[in-house]
């Protein structure tokens, strides 16, 4: 037990009724849902890097947060207390799953060698602190965004010796996924985007980027990883654009590099927004597209127009996102990875379980709502109804190619067909909605 | 020659110095420029609906024009009158192109019956227009959006007659601009996309739209269409959520049906603004993906968040575009269609002028500026050696698979390699697209 | 009782365990909260214009509704029965009150005297109605931005003579309010701002609204109307800048007049959003300057630009802005009047039902969950201990006056002051408020 | 001269056809317009915090510059390196001001005696730094927003000795700039905003802020300071939303405190675009009101939703700006600020240059556009035209009061008025600038 948390006991549920700040009020972990406990459901995840390598700097200003971990001038030090309080909080959480960047375990080094070498230390370090506290590994990911070398792209740089920079590090952070049991292995292109078309050469860079996926695939084979391979997409920031806008470009491009059955997506809430799409459209377009993965979990703020990676505390957006995952069979190797971070002024040990007890409370409450929904099931009838001219004749031959253009419209004629409206009750809808969430 | 224009003779190229606001400044049609004339390289159309079939409303507000085509109550001979006045000022405005909707140029009757044979007889009246004025058709289309039929999507409609009576159309509309000469046929899905997910089966509209677009492919080829079908993205408005979102979009589902040699895009300013891209990045994606096409040619408001399709009117924007356009190697079938409208206030049968000349002047000037760029080729040679390494072993290793993963990464490690960081000189670079704007 | 809402009986509260569509399930009128009934808190009020006059039209579309109060030629006989079906819908709604525009209720005609007159005869309806069914006025407003002569501007138009016809609306409009016992008089600048300031004089156009705005005031006064004058901001749309930008911009306008006594904002919630503020920003900005008036209760969509007014239905938000309301007291005159509008599909009778029972369910539930935080009360006192500080001799003498700016500076100086710093707690107060949304 | 700025001499003035990349093309100094220099017109500035203080990190990534200046590790050492590197290159740029925030020049220390000292110690060194080399300084300002202190606000903080911290640093910097004959004394509010409205007292932080500026004013006047006192507004970033939003809110806040008569703006392009408005619109709103002050340049992305702080490069945008500002009479004691900052990927040291030449040159372009305008006044006679009416007897009698809201619709009734509409032009008055901009 660290210091910095001693006076922080394990996270229990204590229910609604509950005046502990510090106790879960929905997030009852051995609960049965449809048939799986909350915990199997939600698969929660904290990552690493906002709660234990950021220490509250913005643009505009210096950290405001005063880490034991982060006090050392010996980065290996700093490497090892951060890995220390990392495993206390996570099991005081009570999250069974963390993620991590390469980078955020272990320092960067002077050199490639000093970076494997540092790693590969670190990464004997996680394998025992999992062993010591039965946390395990969502995802692990490489950092190619961060360094300076990176600021023209990893995968997408105009230097090859910088793409196998970065491939070293992806090479790395696959074999420690494995090693340490990850379930997943997570590429976010931070800076695999342009600033100005002036100086890019956008089919040379996605040649390099399809390169790039298709090697991180084989190599997956070649270890033996049975892990999911995921791309998170996000549309700008860091650069001006980025080449993984959004689910839906993902499919494109991983349709064009014949990827589409090896690589899934990382959801995040407030990439999603970012990109112009609301949290659940995401998941949705993911899961029409068969290409669902893990998730994200934070929010955005809807009137800024950056990443906040503020924690989830919507259960009105959770129930919707939470809905359409479980109309697709749920998590399969993915989670619920809270990629939030506390807003600058909360500087407090405290701070950093509020935003998560928050956040794990907002999804095991729209679990619970998302699930009463797709057992009732009046959505879903009433979207299968309003389909259901789809299975009559005229239906089925436009869908199996049996009639044609002219056929359909030839047919249209003869009948001087004159379709009738049907209302969308789409305020209807969203009441129901609404009566689940508020009982 | 029509009441309403008469005072409004054919426009001229006048030059910089010319003081009439009803002459091009920079629009000199024959001038030759890296070989082709002005006029071969634009191939401006003017469009038929917001011309000659909007009457200045908003949804705040009525019409504010007072067109004396509009004024019978018999509708057909609105439609005479409209393809009277509509040639009239194609004619005097010099574009070589127009372009239209069935239901701009015909009214819809009360049936289907009604609808094809009041569109046969105006494409007749077409016909012969285009012969009197020399007009030739960019592109013809089918309106499958405005009539409350299609309030819920016209080819992703839930009811499949739907479907049917906008195929119906859309054959009708292919037909004639087959007949009409005209060089494309593009596809607008306005409302091929969802208002709420909670009533929408995501995966059953795609396969209803890719069965439609599969349609029109077959049937160009039945009929010997030799036009280029386009289809143009927009990411919402009118509806919540469109499923041509952008280019990128557009790739991931041609792809998924097979229709990526098939189908190209047709790139609105506005809609690529909306979709959260600059115009230039539409373009500039669409040519790297070998699906360029044609061009909507307007702006909308950098402050407003809808389709306000006003005309273009930023060389400065429009120069990086043309510069796209001519890097790769310019317009096949389409062309630069003027998709934009008068604000309401300007209700002068001159603003109909005003609007086109400054729009044509625009990217008169905006393709003298790109050749220059492209002839001096400064940018050019840039990014080639900021790409060089690519051309080396290790590039040339990576891109072709002789390296794996592990083999990239033993490279680095046994190298220790520490790539060099340059300068992307994007600051320098737009320095000298300004050279070339402002001689 | 009309023929078209005869299947529809008065709306009564069921409770959350009722499945019946047509039931309230949260908002029971009579329920005491605070003190006071939830019908005293609320105050609802449907509108005439989304639900009488508008017929599910958009800019890419036509009406989609199938109302029967709209299909005479007859204008005055529309008129008479939007009356009957308007009442008969508020009346089973049970909203205790409603709102119009004056040209809502009576039609414009061709003239100023047709108007004049037209409205004079409907107001005697209205008046017969709301003697009939008890619903009374909330407020009532001229629409001065529909009308083509409007399309540059009412107040702040170029000629004067329209200002005079807009004058002349506001004069009848303000009469027939006060003889209907309006409780507000709401004037929203639809037009009141520019498409480009290359035609604009700012200074004039602001002088020319002041100037009305002193008029309106004057009037008040001059005929006893005992109710209150709001200003309703908007940023935008239709305009590309309105000058009630927003709530704040509103306050500096009406301090430049003299006015900040004698006129309040109605705040609409997606005119909040659209200015880049939250709802509940826009409503605690009013109540710190003492301009809070009343509310036009919709939503915006937070991933479109433009003014979706859809119903309220996120309780989560509305707790927030419900507490904001309740800490400053409640309403006195206004009232929550849902300026929203059904979706274009929704084209059922019942739809109207489904939108407005959604909206005051919502609101019902937000105003106990912001009662059960203010009687609590733990959100006030941590804020009030945030700010102790101020409440010493150093904060007392520096609000004071007593000590200027180089006194603080030597006391700091002197003390070598180095302030501690205090989190924000920002995630343990949004706990808190889920805690009393999701009991 | 320093090492590192030492393969670059004095810019220089050699015209379009220079194809020197490290010369202006449009900016030459003396070159007269208007009856005043170029110099005396755009009153160049350079700022010391992007150039010399940033070393190209953001929020995903480390620093990219190495600049030789930020190498030692005494904070003195670096503070005398940084001046002579700033000093070297506003002397080359040929800039005549420069522009700092305390906490730029000198380091912060330890605590407040630290703090004053080091400042003290580094203002003699901008003392004879200005005295060497002949700049000037166009204005001072206090850094309170990085320092970890200032999380929470600086004048709006909770806590008073934060207040008076930031008091501190104002009144030494405000003498500071006194002393070193800067011409104005800037106020910028980075955290005087909120996160969340859950722990902000609005009415109280209001209050602060109030009496913080008061304070300001009074000590101006107390010193003998003749500058001007500017606000510079912003919507938000690094807060969720900044009390200082825009030039209307400011004018409100201003009006409430009794300061609109002492106070001025410095408006940033970039935080103009981010709270919803164009650039020119906040020069015109700020003349419009009597606050035009002065003007940081720089540029946002219309596609980004943070602040970018790009060099301008649009000559058709800062010709609007040029227009409003030479119409308002030009600058006094303001001018343009370069609050620009390079790509981070630009780590050259001539990267520096080409972004202040740049920017430089498209101001110089874009006043002699705009100063064309003027004189030709062909957009000021329309606009005259256009509000014509105001000075006939109906408008003057509506705007001095003559006519009361009555006596306006009885008018109005009377004569049966039926104003007649006139086209805004608004494309027409667009290629009138185009026309002007594009010779």
């Known amino acids: 037990m660290t210091e910095f948390f001693k006076n922080i006991n394990k996270i229990k549920f204590e229910g609604t009724e509950s005046s502990n700040p510090l106790a879960f009020r929905h997030y009852d972990a051995d609960k049965m849902v449809l048939g799986k406990s909350m915990k199997e459901h939600l698969r929660f995840a904290a990552c690493y890097w906002h709660?234990?390598?950021?220490?509250?700097s913005d643009v505009f200003g210096a950290g405001t947060y005063d880490r034991p971990w982060l006090k050392s001038n010996d980065p290996m030090e700093v490497a090892r207390m951060k890995?220390?309080?990392a495993f206390d909080f996570f099991s005081k959480l009570t999250v069974p799953y963390y993620c991590f960047h390469d980078t955020?375990?272990?320092?960067?080094?002077?050199?490639?060698?000093?970076?494997?070498?540092?790693?590969q230390t670190m990464v004997d370090v996680l394998e025992?602190?999992?062993?010591?506290?039965?946390?395990?590994?969502?995802?692990?990911?490489?950092?190619?965004?961060?360094?300076?070398?990176?600021?023209?792209?990893?995968?997408t740089n105009p230097d090859p010796k910088v793409f196998a920079y970065a491939a070293t590090q992806i090479f790395n952070a696959m074999g420690a996924t494995k090693r340490l049991g990850g379930e997943n292995y997570v590429l976010w292109g931070g800076r695999e985007g342009y600033e100005t078309l002036l100086n890019t050469d956008l089919r040379q860079e996605r040649e390099q980027l399809g390169r790039l996926m298709q090697m991180v695939v084989e190599h997956k084979h070649k270890i033996g990883f049975n892990g999911t391979i995921l791309i998170e997409p996000k549309p700008q920031e860091p650069t001006k654009h980025q080449y993984d806008y959004d689910t839906a470009t993902v499919y494109g491009f991983l349709k064009q590099y014949g990827l589409e059955d090896e690589i899934k997506v990382n959801i995040e809430a407030n990439h999603a927004t970012l990109a112009g799409h609301s949290f659940h459209h995401e998941v949705a377009t993911a899961t029409s597209l068969g290409l669902f993965g893990s998730i994200d979990a934070n929010r955005g703020d809807a009137q800024l127009g950056w990443d906040t990676d503020q924690f989830?505390?919507?259960?009105?957006?959770?129930?919707?996102?939470?809905?359409?995952?479980?109309?697709?069979?749920?998590f399969t190797t993915g989670g619920f990875n809270f990629d939030a971070r506390l807003r600058r002024p909360s500087i407090d040990a405290q701070d950093l379980f509020h935003g998560h007890i928050g956040g794990m409370d907002v999804m095991a409450k729209s679990l619970e709502n998302a699930a009463a929904m797709l057992e009732n099931d009046v959505l879903g009838k009433l979207t299968s109804e309003r389909y259901a001219g789809w299975n009559?004749?005229?239906?089925?031959?436009?869908?199996?190619?049996?009639?044609?253009?002219?056929q359909v419209a030839k047919f249209a004629q003869e009948k001087n067909i004159a379709p009738k409206m049907a209302s969308g009750r789409q305020e209807h809808l969203e009441n129901i909605v609404n009566g689940f969430i508020f009982k």
């Open 51 to 56: 709660n234990f390598c950021w220490a509250g």
């Open 83 to 85: 890995a220390d309080h």
């Open 104 to 119: 955020d375990v272990a320092p960067e080094g002077n050199s490639i060698k000093e970076y494997i070498n540092n790693f």
């Open 128 to 155: 025992q602190k999992q062993a010591e506290t039965g946390t395990k590994l969502l995802w692990g990911t490489a950092n190619a965004f961060s360094n300076p070398r990176y600021m023209s792209g990893a995968g």
């Open 312 to 330: 989830p505390n919507s259960v009105e957006e959770n129930t919707l996102v939470m809905y359409e995952i479980l109309k697709a069979g749920g």
């Open 392 to 406: 009559d004749d005229l239906g089925k031959k436009i869908l199996s190619g049996e009639m044609n253009l002219e």
